[in-house]
C-alpha cells in the first residue's frame, strides 16, 4: 500500500502507553486547580470575541460551549487531553508513513518477518556505523518509539493537562507536516482536495498562535524543494493561500479595530531585552531538561544514518526552533514556545530510536528512558504535591519578585476566589484588583462574575475586560504571598485599607502561600506597585 494511503496498527504496547498517559493527565486534571495561562484562557471564553489582546482566538472558542455550561474543571481539561491523544497518534502516524517510505525506497524491509537477504559487503571507506543493519524494522516500532518519545517528554504532559495555545499548535503541526507530505507526491499535489485541507490547517494554526507563521514557513520550504518554481503554476495553491487568509480574518479585523495592539504587543514581547549569550545557553539547558535526551539522540541518529526519508521535513523543527532559540538571546523565550518543533522531530526520532533499539543498544536507551521517565513523575509529583517536601520557603512571606514556590500557583485560587466573592458582597463592594497582571487570571475565573482591575500602568487584556479603577474607587484588593506587593496608599495608592481576612493555600498539611483580602477605598488613578521587602 502506499505511504499516502496506508492505515498504520497501532500495537498493544503503544495503546497500553497512551491509556496510562490519558490516566494520568484525566487524575492530575481533576486534582489540580487551574494555572495563570489556563484561566486566561478560561477568561476568553466567558469573554467571547473575534481575537484577544496576547492571542489569537481559538484556545478560547473551542473551550466556549463547556464555559457556557459552567462545566467543571476537570471537564475543561478534557479538551487538552483529547489534543494530546491526537497529537500522539498524529506522531506515531508519521513516524509509520516516514518508515513506510524507507521500505518503499529499499532502506528498509518494514512489515516482513523472513526472508532476509544477507547485506552485501561493505564498500571501501564504508564504517559500520553508516552501514544499514540488516536488522527488519517491524510494523509499528518506528511509531512506538515516536509515541515513547512524546509521552517521556516532562513539559508535553502539562500541555496534555493545560490548554494552552500551544496545546493547539503542537497537534496542527503534525496535521500540517502529515499534509504537506502528501502534497510532495506528485499525483496528490495536482488534487484540489489536499491543497484544501491544508488551507484549513494553516488557518486553524493561524487562529491559534501567531507562531504558526513558523510552520507556514516550514511548509512553503517543503513544497518548493519537491515541486520548484512549478508549483507557483499551481492554481490549487493560490485557492489555498485565500481560504487560510480568509480563515484568520477575525484576527486582523479584532486588531484593526483595536489599533493593532496584539501585533504590537507581540514584537515588543519577542524582541525581549539586550541579547546575551547565557540567555540562549540557560534556553538550551532548560530545553533538554523539558523535553529530554532521546529527541537529541534521535535527532543525531536520523542524521547520521537515514537518507530515504524527506530530511526537508526537518524543517517543521528547524525554523521554529532557530528562531525562538535567537529570541530567547533577549530573555523571552518560554520553555512551552518550541514544543511544536520538538514534536515535528518526534517521527524522526521514532524511526532513529527504533534502529538503535533493534541494532543493540538497547541499555542505553533504557537508561535514558528510565531518567526521563523519573524526572517526569518527579515534575508531575511535584505539581500534585504543591512541592511538598522538596520546596523550601513554601509560603513565600516577604519574596521577591519570582515566587519561592512555583508549585504553590496550582493550589489555593478557587477557595481563594469564593472568599474573595463573599467579602467583596459583605462590603458592598463592586471589583477585585490585583498589582500584578499574573494575579488576575485566578482570581477573574473563580470569583468571577466580579471584574478584575490590574492596579499597575500597563495594558493588557484586563484593560479591554474591565478597565482601570476609576479614581475615587472602591475595591477589593487581593494580594498574594508568593508574590507580595505593600498595601498601596496615598497619592499612589488607595486612601484607605482595611484588613478583611486571611486565607491560608495548603497542601498534605503545609501552608503554600497566603492570601490577603483588604477592603481599600478612595483610589488616586495613579498606581506605583512596590513589592513587599523582604523579611529577614
Known sequence: MHPISASFPIPKAT?????????????????????????????YALHPAWSYFDHPPLVGWVQWPLVALNAPTWALRL?????????????????????????????????????????????????????????LLKPGQAGHWAVLALTLAPLMHVLGIGLLPDTLLVFWTLALMDATLTLRDPVAVRRPWPWLGLAVLLGLAGLSKYTAILGAVAVALCLMQAHGLALLRNRWLWL??????????????????????????????????????????????????????????????????????????????VVPFVVLAALSGGGTSLPHWTAPAWVALMPFAGLALARAWATGRR??????????????????????????????????????????????????WDKAGERARSLAAQQGLGSVSVQNWTLASRLGWYARPLPVHVLEDRFDQFDLW??????????????????????PLGANGFATCTLLDTLDAQRLGRTLAVFRFYACRGWSGQPHPRLQEATP
Open 15 to 43: 495503546l497500553l502507553v497512551l491509556l496510562l498517559a490519558c490516566a494520568l493527565h484525566f487524575f492530575l486534571g481533576a486534582a489540580l486547580g487551574l494555572s495563570v495561562d489556563e484561566a486566561h484562557y478560561a477568561l
Open 79 to 135: 479538551l487538552p487531553e483529547l489534543l494530546w491523544l491526537g497529537t500522539a497518534l498524529m506522531v506515531f502516524r508519521l513516524a509509520e508513513r516516514l518508515a513506510a517510505l524507507q521500505s518503499s525506497q529499499g532502506a528498509w524491509s518494514v512489515g516482513r518477518s523472513a526472508q532476509v537477504k544477507e547485506e552485501p559487503a561493505k564498500r571501501a571507506g564504508d564504517t559500520e556505523q553508516n552501514a544499514l543493519p540488516p536488522t
Open 240 to 317: 489555498a493561500m485565500v481560504v487560510a487568509l480568509v480563515l484568520v480574518l477575525p484576527v486582523a479585523y479584532w486588531n484593526h479595530a483595536n489599533q493593532w495592539v496584539s501585533f504590537t504587543y507581540q514584537a515588543k514581547h519577542g524582541a525581549g531585552g539586550g541579547w546575551q549569550g547565557v540567555h540562549l545557553l540557560r534556553f538550551l539547558l532548560i530545553q533538554l531538561l523539558v523535553y529530554g535526551p532521546l529527541l537529541l539522540w534521535g535527532l543525531l541518529g536520523h542524521l547520521r544514518n537515514d537518507t530515504s526519508v524527506p530530511r526537508v521535513l526537518l524543517l517543521f523543527f
Open 363 to 412: 541499555w542505553l536507551l533504557g537508561v535514558l528512558a528510565v531518567v526521563q521517565a523519573g524526572l517526569t513523575v518527579a515534575v508531575l509529583g511535584l505539581m500534585l504535591t504543591g512541592g511538598v517536601p522538596f520546596v523550601t520557603n513554601t509560603s513565600g512571606q516577604g519574596n521577591s519578585a519570582a515566587p519561592s514556590n512555583p508549585f504553590a500557583d496550582l493550589h489555593g
Open 466 to 487: 474591565a478597565g482601570d479603577l476609576p479614581a475615587g474607587g472602591d475595591t477589593l484588593l487581593v494580594d498574594w504571598s508568593q508574590l507580595a506587593y505593600a498595601v
